[in-house]
């Protein structure tokens, strides 16, 4: 978690209303895996039996 701040002009500017989306944009970050393939022949590569 993390925090932040925000002025009081700017939540007075906005109501008082406190909802993060109002001051904070959220960023999603896509995360790309290997497929399930290739992870079951790293494992076997290693000697993990599945």
């Given amino acids: 978690m993390y925090s932040f701040f925000v002025l009081i002009k700017e939540i007075d500017e906005n109501d008082f ?4 989306n109002r001051y ?16 079951s022949k790293g494992l076997d ?3 993990y039996i599945i």
């Fill in 24 to 39: 904070k944009e959220i960023v999603y970050e896509t995360i790309e895996y290997d497929s399930p393939k290739k992870i």
């Fill in 45 to 47: 590569e290693l000697g």
């Fill in 17 to 20: 209303d406190f909802n993060i």
